[in-house]
């Protein structure tokens, strides 16, 4: 399978040039492969890792929320996702890695992370400092998310990657496509151009090593 990797901003992007460049590429793909999960845990997964970090899963959320409320003004990569379900009648596969799947394999370092950045704030609301002591909590809280997400985002690029990859290589080996494109964000662009070499089952269109 032939497959053209298609890196950008997930917000303000430019539409247009990236669905040009890619059917200057690949013509119709076959398939259409985004940065995207679908999450199907159980309750229990779900409950445990709220548990174990709670920081982090209300940044996370934080994130896509601004993230929504942004691509109402903006042009988003879903966008891109939207045109070839409109042109080609292509439904996207989601290929990213669930969040709780993640945190569950390591949730007690996660909540180690987490617990420990939540104890400054604990301790200012626990302690009648007042308004500036709720101010200094409140202010502990998001510097305290923001850490978490950074650290988070950071520890599992690489595993993110080869699970994107892994993904969309089962998906070629189960069925007859001949050409796909990748949308996904800058950030994973170049590694996931390396990982595809590895595979004998696919070609990358816009490979610079060609």
């Known amino acids: 399978m ?28 076959d398939a259409v492969f985004l940065e995207d999960r679908v999450s199907n845990h159980r309750k229990k997964e779900v409950a445990i890792n709220w548990v174990a970090a709670p920081l982090l899963l209300v940044g996370l959320k934080s994130v896509l929320k601004f993230i929504w409320l942004f691509s109402k003004i903006l042009k988003t990569d879903e966008e891109i996702v939207e045109y070839f379900r409109e042109e080609y009648d292509l439904e996207p596969y989601y290929v990213d890695k669930p969040v709780h799947s993640i945190i569950g394999s390591q949730y007690r370092d996660w909540g180690l992370a987490n617990w420990s950045l939540l104890v400054m704030p604990a301790v200012l609301i626990y302690f009648p400092f007042g308004t500036i002591g709720i101010l200094l909590a409140i202010v502990s809280l998001i510097t305290g998310a923001i850490s978490v997400i950074i650290a988070y985002l950071s520890a599992v690029h690489a595993e993110r990657n080869i699970y994107i990859m892994n993904r969309i290589a089962e998906i070629s080996e189960n069925n007859e496509y001949e050409t796909a494109c990748v949308i996904t964000g800058r950030e994973h662009d170049s590694d996931l151009r390396l990982l595809a070499r590895r595979f004998d089952g696919i070609e990358l269109a816009n490979d610079s090593e060609n």
């Open 2 to 29: 032939e497959i053209y990797i298609s890196g950008g901003t997930h917000v303000g992007t430019d539409v247009e040039d990236r669905v040009e460049a890619i059917e200057d590429s690949i013509g119709e793909p």
